[in-house]
């Protein structure tokens, strides 16, 4: 081994220079994608759960629902994508968790590295895996029979939509992974929370079926308006009003859970 | 730089619980420092703040000359740190892992995959390189955590407890590793429970039980604390037990009885015949009568007041072995 030490690109007094900050959250998000080669199923993991809810709602509730399967597709589609998005932030939590107790994270912190790379290669990782997942529901949805009819414009929106308020949720996932004790309770906040949110909103039934007070709630449910602006994109429509909405509750999650989610990160990770 | 490691007055408190309360410890340039202690004794803290991990409440620490709390990025760009569990990721092949880390100091592609093998290849670990850590071996996986410590070829080395759990042989080999480390010119501060890693390892021992440092020097220094030398004698017949230890204690002044056995610190070398004497006039039969010089087991109980006691095999490593520790069981 030589005597000479790697010199990391330090300026001076040690500080990260912002293009390598920049190189390293490359290959932490490089890092995080990686894996997925060696756990294909880790893949099938993101995939299974969406594809099971796209058949079981198109098959078993579409009939009833609204009259044929496939018109149930073309409604609750977006809704499944918003839902399986949601859960899907949880893995961000999770990993983040399982860097802290297994003690990674004290590794990266003992490199001449900035302390945020690790957090936001994570955070990019999750984002890619879930356009990833989002793709894969769309190919499915169209065999079955969804057509999207809002143009390549409305795909292209209801993406960047979807990312969009996925990278604000994502930093209520940063918090939850830092405060955690375990993954288990990870799993565990995340079902608790996450399907009561996603079942009281517009992602599976209309809102207008349900009775007067539930849709108070269901009516200011940042779900609701995700689900709405999600499809109306895709279908084409009225969008203005849940795309605001949407933006706003993005907006909103992002003021709140960055400062709250950073904090925690610098002190525990 | 006669101190690679410094530290003075260093203090941290968790809550209700003081971890550090003022310790002063140096590791000179190109040496081993072993800071022994049982569980909770402080060992880990002061590590993470060497690491740069935690930041002292009072006191300061020098690594490579840099303050770790106001220059800590210039002290991270020099030390490697292998924790008391793995950091790896297990997600990760081997040569991943690595990769990882050489490319997040700064290497390019081809220098970062050249360093990893050649890690891998001096950690024995090239038929494993491709597989994900998490189907390493214990053993193994503690060789990637060192590894990965070693991928920007850091001078200064912060080592936790990196053999608990453990089975004797890869303990062996990291020890082996260590040394060759050291030889290159490395300066390592090792934390340890194990008495006799400290005293294969560690040019310099600092002792440090609830926060203090209790005693300090070299392995050899350490152990003539003590008296030089230890007086052990067995009676033939277990009966004359409490006899014969009220005999040794009027002569050696201190004596205490561990079995069979009564054992004694050895400060005069008028001990022996003067001992041998009152047992032959008291017609104490002795089956064996030795002089060795005292264990850093014995150190640490006279230091500390308490028995190394061998610490509960953790759940997660059953092979700890039949080594000495120092602890109590947590």
């Given at each position: 081994?030589?005597?000479?030490?790697?010199?990391?690109?330090?300026?001076?007094?040690?500080?990260?220079?912002?293009?390598?900050?920049?190189?390293?959250?490359?290959?932490?998000?490089?890092?995080?994608?990686?894996?997925v080669?060696?756990?294909?199923l880790?893949?099938v993991?993101?995939?299974?759960?969406?594809?099971?809810?796209?058949?079981?709602?198109?098959?078993?509730?579409?009939?009833?629902?609204?009259g044929?399967?496939q018109?149930?597709?073309?409604?609750?589609?977006?809704?499944?994508?918003?839902q399986?998005?949601?859960?899907?932030?949880?893995?961000?939590?999770?990993?983040?968790n399982?860097d802290?107790?297994k003690?990674?994270?004290?590794?990266?912190?003992?490199?001449?590295?900035a302390?945020?790379?690790?957090l936001?290669?994570?955070?990019?990782a999750?984002?890619?895996?879930?356009?990833w997942?989002?793709?894969?529901?769309?190919?499915?949805?169209?065999?079955?029979?969804?057509?999207?009819?809002g143009?390549?414009?409305?795909?292209?929106?209801?993406?960047?939509?979807?990312?969009?308020?996925?990278?604000?949720?994502a930093w209520?996932?940063?918090?939850?992974?830092?405060?955690?004790?375990?993954?288990?309770?990870?799993?565990?906040?995340?079902?608790?929370?996450?399907?009561?949110?996603?079942f009281?909103?517009?992602?599976?039934?209309?809102?207008d079926t349900?009775?007067g007070?539930?849709?108070?709630?269901?009516n200011?449910?940042p779900?609701?308006?995700?689900?709405?602006?999600?499809r109306g994109?895709?279908?084409?429509?009225?969008?203005?009003?849940?795309?605001?909405?949407?933006?706003?509750?993005?907006?909103?999650?992002?003021?709140?859970?960055i400062?709250?989610?950073?904090?925690?990160?610098?002190?525990?990770a | 730089?006669?101190?690679?490691?410094?530290?003075?007055?260093?203090?941290?408190?968790f809550?209700?619980?003081?971890?550090?309360a003022?310790?002063?410890l140096?590791?000179?340039?190109?040496?081993?420092?072993?800071?022994?202690?049982?569980?909770?004794?402080?060992?880990?803290?002061?590590?993470?703040?060497?690491?740069?991990?935690l930041?002292?409440?009072?006191g300061?620490?020098?690594v490579?000359?840099?303050?770790?709390?106001?220059?800590?990025?210039?002290?991270?760009?020099?030390?490697?740190?292998?924790?008391?569990?793995?950091?790896?990721?297990?997600?990760?092949?081997?040569?991943?892992n690595?990769?990882?880390?050489?490319?997040?100091?700064?290497?390019?592609?081809?220098?970062?995959r050249?360093r990893?093998?050649?890690?891998?290849?001096?950690?024995?670990?090239?038929?494993a390189?491709?597989?994900?850590?998490?189907?390493?071996?214990?053993?193994?996986?503690?060789?990637l955590?060192?590894?990965?410590?070693?991928?920007?070829?850091?001078?200064?080395l912060?080592?936790?407890?990196?053999?608990?759990?453990?089975?004797p042989?890869?303990?062996?080999?990291?020890?082996?590793?260590?040394?060759?480390?050291?030889?290159?010119?490395?300066?390592?501060?090792?934390?340890?429970?194990y008495?006799?890693?400290?005293?294969?390892?560690a040019?310099?021992?600092?002792?440090?039980?609830?926060?203090?440092?209790?005693?300090?020097g070299?392995?050899?220094?350490?152990?003539?604390?003590?008296?030089?030398?230890?007086?052990q004698?067995?009676p033939?017949?277990?009966?004359?037990?409490?006899?014969?230890?009220?005999?040794?204690?009027?002569?050696?002044?201190?004596?205490?009885?561990?079995?069979?056995?009564?054992?004694?610190?050895?400060?005069?070398?008028?001990?022996?015949?003067?001992?041998?004497?009152?047992?032959?006039?008291?017609?104490i039969?002795?089956?064996?009568?030795?002089?060795?010089?005292?264990s850093?087991?014995?150190?640490?109980?006279?230091?500390?007041?308490?028995?190394?006691?061998?610490?509960?095999?953790e759940?997660?490593?059953?092979?700890?072995?039949?080594?000495?520790?120092?602890?109590?069981?947590?």
């Amino acid at each position: 081994m030589t005597a000479a030490t790697v010199t990391a690109p330090l300026g001076r007094k040690g500080k990260v220079q912002p293009l390598a900050a920049l190189r390293q959250t490359g290959t932490m998000a490089w890092r995080s994608l990686v894996s997925v080669k060696h756990n294909p199923l880790e893949l099938v993991d993101y995939s299974v759960t969406p594809i099971m809810f796209v058949f079981l709602f198109t098959y078993v509730f579409g009939g009833q629902m609204a009259g044929t399967p496939q018109a149930y597709l073309q409604y609750a589609l977006s809704g499944i994508i918003v839902q399986n998005t949601l859960f899907m932030s949880m893995y961000t939590a999770m990993s983040l968790n399982t860097d802290l107790t297994k003690g990674v994270f004290d590794r990266l912190r003992s490199l001449p590295i900035a302390r945020s790379a690790p957090l936001f290669g994570r955070i990019a990782a999750d984002l890619a895996k879930q356009l990833w997942a989002m793709l894969l529901m769309l190919g499915l949805g169209a065999a079955l029979g969804f057509r999207i009819t809002g143009g390549l414009g409305g795909f292209l929106g209801a993406t960047l939509m979807l990312m969009i308020f996925a990278a604000a949720v994502a930093w209520t996932a940063v918090l939850i992974g830092m405060l955690a004790g375990d993954v288990e309770k990870v799993q565990v906040f995340a079902f608790v929370l996450i399907f009561p949110l996603t079942f009281t909103s517009s992602a599976f039934v209309r809102v207008d079926t349900m009775p007067g007070w539930l849709q108070a709630w269901v009516n200011v449910n940042p779900v609701t308006h995700l689900s709405d602006a999600f499809r109306g994109l895709l279908l084409g429509g009225e969008v203005a009003g849940p795309v605001l909405w949407s933006l706003v509750w993005a907006a909103g999650i992002a003021a709140v859970f960055i400062p709250l989610a950073m904090r925690s990160y610098r002190s525990r990770a | 730089m006669e101190f690679a490691i410094q530290a003075e007055g260093l203090a941290k408190s968790f809550k209700e619980t003081h971890a550090l309360a003022g310790v002063d410890l140096a590791a000179r340039t190109g040496t081993v420092l072993g800071l022994l202690g049982p569980n909770g004794a402080g060992k880990t803290t002061a590590v993470r703040i060497f690491a740069t991990l935690l930041t002292p409440d009072s006191g300061w620490a020098r690594v490579g000359g840099h303050d770790v709390v106001r220059e800590a990025g210039l002290v991270r760009a020099m030390i490697g740190l292998t924790g008391q569990y793995a950091a790896v990721d297990e997600k990760l092949t081997g040569t991943e892992n690595l990769l990882m880390i050489g490319r997040l100091l700064g290497m390019g592609r081809a220098e970062a995959r050249a360093r990893a093998a050649e890690l891998l290849e001096r950690f024995h670990l090239e038929e494993a390189a491709g597989r994900a850590a998490k189907t390493y071996s214990g053993g193994m996986r503690r060789r990637l955590d060192l590894a990965a410590s070693l991928v920007g070829r850091p001078q200064i080395l912060f080592l936790d407890e990196p053999t608990t759990g453990l089975d004797p042989h890869s303990r062996g080999e990291l020890w082996d590793m260590l040394r060759g480390l050291v030889a290159e010119g490395v300066t390592a501060l090792l934390t340890t429970q194990y008495l006799n890693e400290a005293d294969q390892l560690a040019d310099e021992i600092v002792v440090i039980d609830k926060g203090r440092v209790i005693a300090e020097g070299t392995p050899d220094q350490l152990k003539s604390q003590v008296g030089g030398q230890v007086l052990q004698l067995r009676p033939v017949h277990p009966a004359d037990l409490t006899k014969a230890h009220a005999l040794v204690r009027e002569a050696a002044g201190r004596a205490r009885i561990e079995g069979e056995e009564i054992t004694a610190p050895v400060n005069d070398l008028e001990l022996l015949p003067s001992v041998v004497r009152r047992l032959d006039q008291a017609a104490i039969p002795v089956g064996e009568l030795t002089l060795r010089r005292s264990s850093l087991d014995e150190v640490f109980l006279v230091l500390t007041g308490h028995r190394a006691e061998p610490e509960q095999p953790e759940d997660d490593a059953p092979d700890v072995g039949e080594q000495e520790k120092v602890g109590t069981p947590s």
